[in-house]
């Protein structure tokens, strides 16, 4: 797979402490779950919990399909 030019860590902090705003969504282009989790507080946590692991795992894509982990 490809790697994103995103940066992990950003993408990282910001669902950590902003997931339930999906905050971590828009800085990785997915504007659609961004508004989705803004609507239902990162969809009562759940969603951003899978998200968090996702990302530690490096596993987390950004709106093209690219791997964000550097």
Do not use: P, R
Request: hydrophobic share 45%.
């Amino acid at each position: 797979m490809e790697k994103s030019e995103k940066s992990w860590l950003t993408a990282l902090l910001l669902c950590w402490f902003l997931g339930a705003f999906g905050v971590h969504s828009f800085y990785a282009g997915k504007t659609v779950n961004g508004i989705i989790q803004l609507l239902t507080c990162g969809g009562c946590g759940v969603w951003t919990l899978i998200d968090l692991i996702t990302i530690i795992m490096k596993k987390y894509t950004d709106a093209e399909g690219k791997v964000i982990c550097e």
